[in-house]
């Protein structure tokens, strides 16, 4: 029973068993493709997708966090909760140990847009010449100083939300480290 739970991954959390069959959904289809078709590029894009994912995968399944999951799972003697029950995930939430829905959302942007233009249009200029470089780099800046300057306004909301959630249930006050106005990710509020 516990080896059929082993080969399964039946003991693991849903992204670890996800990453591992994808990584023998890759070994195989890649073995396949050898036997049929005799070419070699092919085969091996599929076993390293397949190695790739496997990768993820015994990583997902060596944190520490998926010990708690497979603890639980041997003590109950269960695999998960009963399908359909809980958050409809088919899990009921039980196995998701790298489920985090604190903090904030980031705002929309269009900065990681730019930033991957920016990086196609200049990765043209391995066969065009330095001109799309030059075009590249000008969404690439704009979209990288976007990007950062969001996540550093959005780290700074953070702080800001946690300082009145402590205050709120009555911690006392806590404060963040000030820094100096004007200097680089300095805060941005009253």
């Given at each position: 029973m516990t080896l059929r739970r082993t080969l399964t991954a039946a003991d693991q959390p849903q992204e670890a068993r996800f990453f591992l069959f994808l990584s023998a959904f890759g070994f195989v289809v890649g073995v396949i493709y050898w036997f049929?078709?005799?070419?070699?590029?092919?085969?091996?894009?599929?076993?390293?997708?397949?190695?790739?994912?496997?990768?993820?995968?015994?990583?997902?399944?060596?944190?520490?966090?998926?010990?708690?999951?497979?603890?639980r799972a041997r003590a109950t003697g269960a695999e998960t909760i009963p399908r359909g029950e809980g958050t409809g995930t088919g899990t009921g939430g039980v196995d998701r140990p790298f489920l985090d829905e604190t903090g904030r959302l980031p705002d929309e942007t269009m900065a990681p847009f730019a930033v991957g233009l920016g990086v196609a249009i200049a990765g043209t200029g391995l066969i065009f010449g330095p001109a799309p470089v030059i075009v590249g780099l000008l969404p690439l800046a704009w979209g990288a100083w976007g990007w950062l300057s969001g996540a550093r306004a959005e780290l700074d909301a953070q702080e800001l939300d946690d300082i009145v959630v402590a205050e709120r249930l009555n911690a006392g006050p806590v404060t963040a480290p000030r820094r100096k106005r004007g200097a680089p990710g300095a805060a941005k509020f009253p």
């Open positions: 049929v078709a005799y070419e070699s590029a092919g085969t091996v894009l599929l076993v390293g997708f397949g190695a790739a994912t496997g990768l993820i995968g015994s990583r997902l399944a060596a944190d520490p966090a998926a010990r708690v999951v497979r603890e």
